[in-house]
């Protein structure tokens, strides 16, 4: 497949975000078709390690978006493991925004309730 065609599965260009443009595949198990967004993550300093293999615990999150679905979704998980889950984007903003209430109030920045 040159890099300017798109598998037969995929019915249109792939989002801005997809970092995987080049690589559908006409081949790719249906389960695997999939756009998916580049990776970001947070060290973990005060979470029990989920191996003692001495690698930094980490909370890895990235877009991920099967061809059917809708809109994208937020892989949030632990390390390499499938321990986390997706979120929507609604679900994502709605955390966002607790957390940083939640900062706001760890900081004494804002009383809280
Ligand atoms: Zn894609």
């Known amino acids: 497949m040159s890099a300017t065609r798109r598998p037969y599965w995929l019915p249109g260009n792939c989002p801005p975000w997809c970092l995987l443009v080049t690589e559908h595949r006409d081949d790719d198990h249906p389960e695997d078709r999939s756009h998916a967004g580049r990776d970001a993550s947070v060290t973990l300093t005060a979470a029990d390690p989920l191996d003692l ?55 004494g920045e804002d009383a809280g309730e």
């Open 53 to 107: 293999d001495g690698e930094p615990e980490e909370m890895r999150l990235y877009l991920l978006q099967h061809y059917r679905e809708c809109e994208p979704r937020i892989w949030l998980g632990r390390n390499d493991t499938d321990r986390g889950g997706h979120l929507t984007l609604d679900e994502a903003e709605a955390l966002a925004a607790e957390l940083r209430r939640l900062v706001k109030v760890g900081r």
